[in-house]
């Protein structure tokens, strides 16, 4: 069965003070790793796609990297406008479905 | 604009009493999706559309009914809500070929099931 546990559940940071997030999986065959952003009260909103493992995407302070089992979002010095609930999905290459974890929520302290 | 707009927003309705949760994209998307987000469970797909006339289920589709007619509708129906679907409940529409896993998400429902 195809699976994506992220951790931590929840981050506290001080602003500027780098961490990285994780989201490992399981699915054979894998068509994409993607990255979403929520804000409270708000529909997620995409950030990454990631295909292959070696691949790397960057955003302003935010990069992710992919490897064969799990991918890491990277947030260098971060600020409190990063502070949201970060969440990792795939596809397998054998359907449609995209399936997401349960997500990161991270708080970055002025 | 691009957006997915879903409506209603918000509702309140009790156990039985059919509803329909709809979704529009003006983006001409072929991939819509309906998911529900719940406390501690996260973002669970419940039917997702390639295109039109196709339809097929996520993890949790009991319970639930959809329909591809035009391809920038999906509509989500509650045949006879329990109290078990009361959910934030999500639209989501991407282009298959060329970004599959690129979700444009609409606002949400907070649908509650007394």
């Known amino acids: 069965e195809d699976q994506v546990t992220q951790s931590p559940e929840a981050l506290r940071l001080q602003e500027g003070e780098s961490s990285s997030l994780n989201c490992s999986y399981t699915v054979s065959g894998l068509r994409g790793l993607f990255w979403y952003r929520q804000d409270p009260g708000k529909g997620p909103e995409f950030l990454f796609t990631l295909y292959s493992a070696g691949e790397e995407k960057e955003k302003e302070r935010l990069k992710a990297t992919l490897t064969k089992k799990e991918s890491f979002l990277h947030i260098t010095a971060p600020k409190p406008e990063d502070s949201a609930t970060y969440l990792c999905a795939v596809q397998a290459n054998r359907d449609d479905k995209i399936i997401f974890g349960k997500g990161t929520r991270l708080h970055i302290l002025p | 604009e691009a957006q997915v707009t879903q409506n209603p927003r918000y509702l309140i309705t009790v156990t039985g009493k059919k509803l329909t949760v709809t979704c529009s994209q003006n983006?001409?998307?072929?991939?819509m999706s309906w998911y529900r987000q719940d406390p501690g469970l996260g973002l669970r797909q419940i039917y997702y559309?390639?295109?039109?006339?196709?339809?097929d289920k996520g993890d949790v589709p009991e319970g639930y009914k959809v329909s591809r007619k035009e391809k920038r509708n999906f509509p989500l129906i509650l045949e006879s809500p329990s109290p078990n679907q009361t959910s934030l409940y999500f639209c989501?529409?991407?282009?298959?070929?060329?970004?599959?896993?690129?979700?444009?998400f609409g606002e949400g429902s907070r649908l509650t099931v007394l």
């Open positions: 983006m001409n998307h072929e991939y």
């Open positions: 989501a529409s991407s282009r298959v070929l060329e970004r599959p896993g690129e979700l444009f």
């Open positions: 559309s390639m295109n039109v006339e196709v339809t």
